[in-house]
């Protein structure tokens, strides 16, 4: 496809709506395999493991935006920021969920427990925590509220969540020695951020 | 009357409270006989999903030579609890030669070559031997015995298994007096066995029991399970079953067994000993660095929505085996 073409579809006026529904695919096809009994012997297991992956991989897709929209001069790119970001929030509040759910029965002893116990859990749950923070200024106003400088400046701890879902997974990995998708997640990861300390530094006045 | 519920973990009803034996089969004829079309049709279709519930719980798969076995009139070898499903048991499996994901045995364990086999027995005997697959199977009188397995990951199966007890087999080779220890020794074949040589674990796989835990009569050496030869992904064509303990120290696919004065190092300890001791009793009271053990998720049974269940001190068999271990810190022990 040609690069006017996929801009001029980006800013197509049902352009959001359908990325919106695609983000949303991942949600119904676990609803609907839930419903149905097709998530295999171990079901709990299976959707906080699911929407752990669904959580980092809209975490790669949105951190991927801005480094495109850069590259390829499409400044159109950014109108599926937020969208996309809230799409993580989304993803995690779910897997915060099912752990409570599932794994806690709702006992909210016991996971604060859980949470003081295991660091795994401390840092997958701080995460959470700093991802809630973000979701909540995300709106419009909220950049007027606190200026702009100091809205971007909390906004760029999207990079710490990165770093602690990595090594909650990491950890969450660490019992089998089941590294290979946790380095693919790192190496995105990493490669994002290396591309923006590079961008910054190449783009300082002087 | 007390109200114990699944929470409370199993506890035996008082004898009246227990539905007769001709009681609960007549049921199951009934629904057959509804299932048949003897009711009215919209009766039948719940009940033919019944019939069909309550048989592929205890069925076997078909598509396996039938090896069936006495039910065992040992003290707790057989619980009442339901059957996990044939189906969960035989694609939900840890068994990391095959891969790290519990679909992958299923699908990669078809590999294996199960005949001819034989187990090596050797070590601290006065009669080491090896036995081939056939001397085995006709050592002892094959016995069905439905144990509990709770996996240290925190989930838990009931599944019937078919073998008879390990002690008869150690009689046979007449341990040593310093014997203390054995050991357990898995196939490791590469050629066979996709993801031996992964730096996930040391291979072969290999475990270990005290002498005193392998002569209990629970420890199993097992052959099948619901009536039929075991599946390649549950460790066929011979494995453990020490119901106990965690799964993991349930060493599938055996090889060699192996008598010692020392404690044998274990796949499990050797990797994280912090994580993993010698023993690994079930205990709800030692978790896990990385998760507690105080609960367990009966796979196919405690749905999504069931809260999960108490796992219970040696797994509920404390009455039979929690001798062994008295006396002994069992935190430290772990």
């Known amino acids: 496809m040609k690069l006017p073409v996929f801009k001029a579809l980006l800013l197509h006026r049902f352009a959001k709506t359908i990325v919106f529904g695609l983000a949303l695919l991942p949600f119904c096809w676990l609803l609907l395999a839930a419903m149905t009994n097709r998530l295999g012997a171990n079901p709990a297991e299976f959707l906080l493991r699911a929407l752990g992956d669904w959580t980092l991989r809209f975490l790669c897709l949105v951190l991927t935006v801005t480094p495109l929209r850069i590259i390829s001069g499409t400044s159109a790119l950014a109108r599926f920021r937020r969208m996309l970001g809230l799409f993580v929030y989304f993803y995690a509040a779910l897997h915060m969920l099912s752990y409570s759910w599932f794994d806690m029965g709702f006992e909210f002893d016991d996971i604060a427990k859980d949470i003081a116990k295991r660091p795994f859990i401390l840092i997958g749950f701080s995460g959470f925590v700093l991802l809630t923070a973000l979701a909540l200024t995300s709106f419009n106003r909220a950049i007027k509220l606190m200026g702009a400088k100091r809205w971007q400046r909390l906004h760029r701890l999207v990079y710490l969540v990165a770093g602690l879902a990595i090594l909650h997974f990491f950890w969450m990995r660490a019992g089998k020695n089941n590294f290979t998708e946790v380095y693919v997640y790192g190496a995105i990861l990493g490669t994002l951020l290396l591309w923006r300390g590079w961008h910054r530094v190449k783009n300082k006045p002087g | ?334």
């Open chain 2, 1 to 334: 009357m007390s109200i114990n519920s699944s929470r409370n973990g199993f506890a035996h009803p008082s004898p009246g409270e227990i539905t007769p034996r001709h009681v609960y089969e007549e049921r199951r004829d009934l629904i057959k006989l509804m299932a048949a079309g003897a009711a009215g049709a919209a009766l039948a279709s719940w009940a033919s999903r019944e019939a069909l519930a309550q048989g592929a719980a205890g069925a076997r798969s078909g598509k396996l030579a039938a090896l069936p076995g006495a039910r065992s009139s040992l003290a707790g070898a057989v619980t009442m609890e339901k059957l996990t499903d044939y189906k969960d048991a035989s694609s939900y499996n840890n068994f990391y030669e095959f891969g790290t994901d519990k679909a992958d045995p299923a699908s990669n364990a078809q590999s294996l070559q199960t005949s001819p086999w034989s187990v090596e027995v050797e070590g601290l005997v006065r009669k080491p031997a090896r036995y081939t697959l056939e001397d085995l199977l006709k050592l002892s009188a094959q016995e069905e015995r439905i144990y509990r397995l709770r996996c240290v990951e925190g989930w838990s199966m009931v599944i019937p298994w078919v073998g008879y007890s390990l002690s008869e087999l150690i009689k046979r080779v007449e341990p040593l007096g310093n014997a203390k220890f054995v050991e357990f020794v898995t196939l490791a074949d590469p050629k066979t066995m996709p993801f031996v040589g992964t730096r996930v674990l040391d291979w072969p796989y290999a475990e270990g029991l005290r002498m005193d835990e392998a002569m209990h009569p629970l420890t199993l050496l097992t052959f099948g399970m619901y009536g039929e030869i075991l599946p390649k992904q549950n460790g066929a064509p011979v494995r453990l079953v020490v119901p106990w303990k965690y799964g993991f120290k349930s060493a599938k696919s055996l090889v060699k067994i192996r008598f010692t004065e020392k404690q044998p190092g274990t796949a499990w300890n050797k990797a994280a000993s912090n994580e993993y001791g010698f023993f690994s009793n079930v205990n709800p009271n030692v978790d896990h660095p990385r998760w507690s053990q105080a609960s367990e998720r009966r796979i196919g049974e405690d749905g999504l929505l069931s809260r999960k269940r108490k796992t219970l001190m040696f797994n509920g068999y404390e009455a039979q085996v929690g001798q062994l271990y008295a006396g002994m810190d069992l935190k430290k022990n772990f």
